[in-house]
């Protein structure tokens, strides 16, 4: 056993003394948020920073799992994050696998995605291509306009290009095409990097928003955090929530501990999927990184 000398331990003392600062830092406002949420309207006037309800109330709770607005954009997000995660990784893991390949013209693909990643077309223009494809109004404008990530689909062909090339031709050898060796054989070895990507995607895919104001005008198709803006932002919980929820109470809470709740339950759902995904997700952040 290497015996450590006592500035070795100094530094490891003070390592952890900041990352317990770090992490109470981040913990905070999720610790206020919460005790917020779960606040009477006395607790909320009388006290400026609550870190621990006097007494729990559920109200805030409750007015917003009764509202069907809420309820309904909880499920659009889900299945947009769901749908949109599925087609990013076939999209990207394909057409990175495709550009491995000796193929015509792949140098000049490739070219093409580096380019977007420095220039993009903009607003207006991506606007108008969704409008000019029908997709105003629908759900898939939250998910084909950002079906490839640029700099996901380079890291991931650099990871394909690292699989050792004699797995590609033993499969040739033993009758396997393309098709059944992308299935078979890369993208089994690759869960690690699709873990960590599927994650990036979902994670975005949750947090979209600008992308719901901008194309869908319809208000029952707006994903969760549209809802969560028109609460927090707008400060309209009646009109985001829908007036009858607040009509079928006699004392509604406080617009203070719906605001709370709401980015409470907006957030919890992305945050219960990480832990799932960490095995993988240490792995697949090591993508590109040196290897001896």
Known sequence: MIKRTISERLADAVNAVLLLLIAATMLFPFLHIFA????????????DLILWPREWVTDAYYTILASKNFTRSLGVTAYVTIVGTLVNLLFTATMAYALTRNALGQRVILMMVIFTILFSAGMIPTYLIVKGTGLINSLWALILPGAISSFNLIVLRQFFLSIPSELNEAALIDGANELRTFFSIILPLSKPSLAAFSLFYAVGHWNTYFAGILYLSDSSKWPIQV?????????????????????????PPPPITIQMAAILLATLPILIVYPFLQKHFAKGVMLGSVKG
């Open 36 to 47: 917020v949420s779960f606040s009477s309207l006395k607790d909320v006037l009388e006290r």
């Open 227 to 251: 809802i969560l803006r028109q609460i927090v932002i707008v400060n309209e919980p009646t009109a985001a929530l829908g007036q009858e929820v607040m009509l079928m109470m006699e004392n």
